[in-house]
């Protein structure tokens, strides 16, 4: 079944260490997300990708780096610089950019805590 | 850009209750809307989705139709079970037309605890 892969489902980081988390979907989609959830605060756009070699920034990018190599692929990276890093991390993907009108499909979520 | 307002929880009923759950928006144009269900622990899935005015999308036992004169789109039920208990998000693309590249604006989520 295609779909979207997240890994791993817990992630501990130490104080100034960067941790990266894997996101790869089998959908053949050409645009990825990277959303960060926090309790009773719905979801917020870290970064977005609408086709390999390409991102943007989402509303709070600061502290988090990504990469887009390939159409499956887009990890996203915590960095040290990212002060409160504590959060639930959902991944997702679209069909295509041009096309405003189509849902997300969501990976089951990352939760990262300090230690 | 366009915006979504989601009725604020939590909200908690008693099994086989009628269920309404809040969603009004401000768009563009008329854009395709969303309900995304996330159950514990989980990603969000998309649980319904309606394409232009008056459109009714249905899934589980989940409705809600698109109203274009009062910029709402409801999610409801007639009988709740213990297994809906979940957080309900509505959705609506971030900007008109193909400026908005696939991007969803999200309301801030509804969590629903059903009791037996």
Redesign the interface.
């Known amino acids: 079944d295609g779909g979207?892969t997240?890994s791993p489902k817990y992630l501990f980081r130490k104080e100034g260490q960067n941790v990266t988390l894997s996101c790869e979907q089998n959908l053949n989609h050409d645009?990825m997300?990277w959303y960060r959830q926090d309790p009773?605060?719905?979801?917020r756009?870290i970064y977005?990708s609408?086709i390999v070699n390409d991102f943007q920034k989402g509303d709070i990018a600061e502290g988090y780096s990504v990469s887009r190599e390939k159409k499956e692929s887009f990890p996203l990276t915590v960095t040290s610089a990212q002060k409160n890093p504590t959060a639930f991390y959902?991944c997702?993907s679209?069909k295509?950019?041009?096309?405003?009108?189509?849902?997300?499909?969501?990976?089951?979520?990352t939760r990262l805590s300090i230690l | 850009g366009n915006s979504v307002t989601q009725m604020e929880g939590p909200v908690t009923l008693s099994e086989e209750a009628f269920l309404t759950i809040n969603c009004t928006y401000t768009a563009t144009g008329y854009?395709?809307l969303?309900w995304?269900v996330q159950y514990p622990?989980?990603?969000?899935?998309?649980l319904l989705?309606a394409?232009k005015a008056d459109d009714k999308g249905s899934n589980k036992g989940f409705e809600a139709t698109y109203r274009k004169e009062t910029t709402s789109f409801h999610l409801e039920k007639g009988s709740v079970q213990v297994s809906d208990s979940a957080v309900y998000?509505c959705a609506l693309?971030s900007?008109?037309?193909?400026?908005?590249?696939?991007?969803?604006t999200?309301?801030?989520?509804t969590i629903l605890t059903v009791h037996p």
């Open positions: 979207i997240q645009a997300y009773g605060q719905g979801l756009l977005y609408q959902l997702a679209s295509s950019r041009f096309n405003s009108n189509q849902p997300q499909h969501f990976g089951d979520g | 854009p395709s969303f995304y622990g989980e990603g969000l899935q998309l989705k394409t998000f693309p900007n008109a037309g193909g400026t908005s590249y696939g991007k969803l999200f309301g801030q989520g």
